[in-house]
């Protein structure tokens, strides 16, 4: 393993140069949030929302509701992952780290507050019918 002038570490194996860079993996930090987030989700649809929803007795259709919310997710935090992996490498890690945390916070606020919303509007739709 050679260390070169550039921050960067090169690793030679037979005809094969590996160049790894040093610094946080900022694409498997969101990914690893996405993981996290979608599990928290999981955990509040089955013991926020479907507590409610029993309590309530009503319908199957907020079961169906369950199942799109989990369908809707998914494809925002694949977005997630795909714009870290395809980050640009000419921003600074402090500008990185900005972007990471907007992203994260609006993750997180998905994952938790997606629950709840679905909860309000189970509970006006309740009152209305």
Known sequence: ??????GKS???HGKHQD???TGVRWDKKMSNNCA????????????VVL????????????????????AVIIPFCRNFEKRWRNMNNGLSEQS?????RA???????????L???FVGVIKIVSTVV
Do not use: C, H
């Open 1 to 6: 393993m050679v260390a070169t002038a550039s």
């Open 10 to 12: 090169v690793s030679q």
């Open 19 to 21: 160049v790894q860079r």
């Open 36 to 47: 996290a987030a979608l599990l928290v989700y999981t955990l509040a649809q089955i013991f």
């Open 51 to 70: 507590r409610f929803i029993e309590t309530n007795g009503i319908s199957i259709a907020p079961y169906f509701g369950l199942i799109v919310l989990v």
């Open 96 to 100: 990185l780290a900005a972007k990471f």
């Open 103 to 113: 992203d994260q916070v609006v993750l997180w606020l998905l994952a938790l507050g």
């Open 115 to 117: 629950p709840l919303v």
